[in-house]
Each structure stands twice: as structure tokens, then as C-alpha cells.
């Protein structure tokens, strides 16, 4: 069974540029998360969505990340225009059925760094 | 709000040494309980979790945790450590029975180098 895949698995951009990352959750998982570590800090929770609906946006920063997932697969995040601040990794995680307890697989990360 | 401690930044071990990890959380209600590890160049993986049931739980490749709640504590712990469990830990919780509560709160991680 294939895991989580996350593209691209690095990403450098200037400040006020727009980055994209794409998240394929494991198949048949209908909870899809985002998380970002910046640099020394925690893995924060940024967004969780169930099937393609977002479920807590809770830990999204600001009205410039943009997370979709249309149709209940794929997610992405957009940044948009990007800040020195947003450096760090962004992490996608997936977990199936309808319970607290149900183990999340994380996916490799993208590591984007603002200049 | 909750959150999670992890007192141990970084820890250096020698192999055959034993480990505990120490984890903390702020949360009065009902938990759920994660450690996670990334070994270096991998993605984090569960090593083993707490919800129910018998507070200590063992995991993968020899770990084990104990939920104390009165200490609100969920320590990490390996009789001997070997040169392979050099990686970050992650300690995690949800506060989860309902679908808004799916998210994890993590600590800061415990980076570990174990030393042949």
C-alpha cells in the first residue's frame, strides 16, 4: 500500500512569490491534515479536512494559505504571496474512519524556504 | 489552551543505555496519547498510542510508554537503546472523541544520538 506522498519535497521562492504544494493522502482515507514545522519550533496543526470538506482551520495562519481538496483526494495548500515567515515544513497526514484514536500517517514533507 | 511538553531537547546516549523520553500535556479531559519518531531522512512514523485500556503500552521495535494521569505525564522509555534509535521523538495528543478534535497537539521533540 503506498503512503502519503507529498510534492515537491523542496521548494525555494522569493518573498511575494506563489508556491503550491500537492498532497495524495493513502487511499480510502477520508481525514487529510496539514501541519508545519518552522524551524526549532513544534509541528503545528494547520487544517483538517473530511472527505473534501474542511472538518477544523483552526491552526491556518493567516487569509493567505489556501487549502482545497476537491473531490476528497488530493489536497494542496497555496501560499500566496509568500513570506519570510512561512518558512519551515509542511507536513500532509492521512487517517481513516471516524475516530480520535485512528493513527495518522505523515507524509514526507515539503521542506519550502521564503527568501 | 493544551499543549504538550517535552523536557528533553536533545539526549546522547551510549548504546546498551537505557532511554525515557519525558512528555507532559495540559489537558483536564479525556486524551489520546502518541508518540511519534523520525529517523533521519524518513517521514514520522507511529511507534505506539494510548487511548484505553492498560496504561502501559508497548510498541515498535522495543519502546514502551506509561499513561500516568495524575501526572498528566506519558513517558517514553527503552530498556537499551541501540545506534538505529538515533532520530527525533515527538510526543502527541488529541483531545478527541468528536471529529473537530482529530488534531494533534505535538511537543517540541527530543532529538536522541545514540553513540555505538
Known amino acids: 500500500e503506498a503512503g502519503v506522498t507529498q510534492f515537491p519535497s523542496h521548494s525555494v521562492i522569493e518573498k511575494g512569490q506563489t508556491v503550491t504544494l500537492r498532497c495524495d493522502p493513502i487511499s480510502g482515507h477520508d481525514n487529510l491534515y496539514w501541519y508545519r514545522r518552522v524551524m526549532g519550533k513544534e509541528i503545528k496543526f494547520l487544517l483538517h479536512f473530511v472527505k473534501e470538506s474542511k472538518q477544523d482551520e483552526s491552526g491556518m495562519p493567516n487569509n493567505r494559505f489556501l487549502a482545497e481538496r476537491t473531490g476528497g483526494t488530493y489536497s494542496t495548500l497555496k501560499v500566496q504571496p509568500a513570506e519570510l515567515e512561512d518558512s519551515g515544513v509542511y507536513f500532509c497526514a492521512s487517517s481513516q474512519g471516524e475516530a480520535a484514536q485512528e493513527t495518522q500517517y505523515f507524509g514526507p514533507g515539503t521542506r519550502l524556504l521564503v527568501l | 489552551a493544551q499543549s504538550v511538553s517535552q523536557h528533553n531537547h536533545h539526549v546522547i546516549l551510549s548504546e546498551a543505555a537505557s532511554l525515557e523520553l519525558g512528555c507532559n500535556y495540559s489537558?483536564?479531559?479525556?486524551?489520546?496519547l502518541f508518540w511519534y519518531v523520525q529517523y533521519p531522512g524518513q517521514h514520522l512514523q507511529l511507534l505506539l498510542k494510548?487511548?484505553?485500556?492498560?496504561?502501559l503500552v508497548k510498541g515498535i521495535k522495543g519502546f514502551e510508554a506509561e499513561f500516568i494521569k495524575s501526572k498528566f505525564s506519558f513517558n517514553l522509555r527503552k530498556p537499551s537503546v541501540q545506534w538505529s534509535d538515533t532520530a527525533e521523538y515527538f510526543c502527541?495528543?488529541?483531545?478527541?472523541?468528536?471529529?473537530?478534535?482529530?488534531?494533534?497537539?505535538f511537543g517540541t521533540g527530543t532529538r536522541l544520538k545514540v553513540l555505538a
Open positions: 502527541a495528543v488529541n483531545a478527541g472523541r468528536s471529529p473537530g478534535t482529530y488534531k494533534y497537539i
Open positions: 489537558y483536564g479531559g479525556t486524551v489520546n
Open positions: 494510548y487511548f484505553s485500556g492498560d496504561p
